[in-house]
């Protein structure tokens, strides 16, 4: 989920890439974040009562995608890129991408402004201005940008955010008063959202710390001081890369705590809450698991799919 590139990659271009297995076409396609935030958006708004129509649903994923590969080519065309196979990727199919990018605009224009909620739209444009700002100083910065704004964190709260939005948007008191839990139901999304948010930020600074291994192991000689690990991150993200482990074991005791408090009165939201905590567990799990750096970042993502369970229970 971590936007931006990590450690160059020295292997030619010309490289091929296993595109055998349908996960890795999930994520050098872009569909991983895109999915994860749909199925979440969901989630939120199940836990509220709300019913959300496709809308909402489609503008959400197509933005994520389209913010995604625009992050991506982007990263192509510098030629001081630190390039990954999700990079490599686009540069090789930079013109179908944009292609295929140019409808998808169209028609999420054509929902916002015809068929959008005027509450979701503001908060929409609020958080797109937002994440506009943060994307071009990183592009135009560069890593300098993250010694102020730590790049993991501020992909985290956003990516969280635009994800409870859809929810958000339908707090009126009007919805609100519709549902048989009227006057406590608004306090459940924070703490929905505050425990994605979490998984968010332990999903980035794990596979930025997954990376930046990979290829100090494949290096076959001490790299330079200034390329250190040390030296490529913010003090927050190596912090948490530091005590991943036990971060991750912490998000999943809250989960499962937040989950035993709202279950007398909030059975969906409970269930989210355990999902959550399935989600970090899994994560930790990760750490330890002897797969490549792609097919971590492809499995840390995966691993953030653990409400389709709730779909599949129902």
């Known amino acids: 989920m971590a936007l931006l590139a990590t450690r160059p990659i020295t292997q030619s271009l010309r490289r091929t890439l296993s595109l055998n297995c349908a996960f890795e076409y999930w994520h050098l396609l872009s569909l991983d974040a895109p999915s994860v935030a749909t199925l979440w958006a969901w989630g939120f708004a199940r836990a509220l009562h709300f019913a959300l129509s496709a809308t909402p649903l489609l503008l959400l994923f197509g933005g994520t995608w389209l913010l995604y590969i625009a992050d991506r080519i982007l990263d192509g065309l510098r030629p001081t890129a630190r390039l990954r196979e999700r990079h490599l990727f686009y540069i090789r199919n930079r013109a ?20 959008m909620l005027p509450a979701a739209r503001r908060d929409d444009l609020v958080l797109f201005a937002v994440a506009a700002a943060y994307f071009c ?39 609100v008063h519709a549902t048989a839990v009227a006057t406590q139901s608004p306090a459940v999304l924070p703490i929905l959202a505050a425990l994605f948010g979490a998984l968010c930020w332990l999903n ?111």
Not at 102 to 111: C, D
Request: aromatic fraction near 8%.
């Open 96 to 115: 179908a991408v944009l292609a295929s990018a140019i409808p998808v605009i169209v028609f999420l224009g054509w929902l916002v402004f015809v068929h």
């Open 137 to 175: 100083c990183v592009h135009l910065r560069g890593r300098s940008i993250e010694r102020w704004f730590p790049k993991e964190l501020i992909v985290a709260l956003i990516f969280a955010s635009a994800t409870a939005v859809p929810a958000f948007a339908r707090l009126t008191p009007t919805a």
């Open 204 to 314: 980035c600074i794990a596979i930025e710390k997954w990376e930046q291994f990979a290829e100090l192991d494949r290096s076959a000689r001490p790299m330079p001081s200034h390329n250190h690990p040390d030296q490529l991150t913010d003090h927050t993200t190596r912090w948490g890369q530091e005590h991943l482990r036990a971060i991750s074991a912490s998000i999943t005791l809250a989960a499962i705590c937040a989950a035993a408090l709202l279950l007398p009165s909030y059975r969906f939201a409970a269930e989210l809450c355990f999902a959550a905590s399935l989600s970090s567990a899994l994560l930790l799990a990760l750490d330890r698991a002897p797969l490549s750096a792609f097919h971590l970042r492809i499995a840390a993502d995966a691993a953030l799919l653990t409400p389709l369970l709730l779909v599949f229970i129902r």
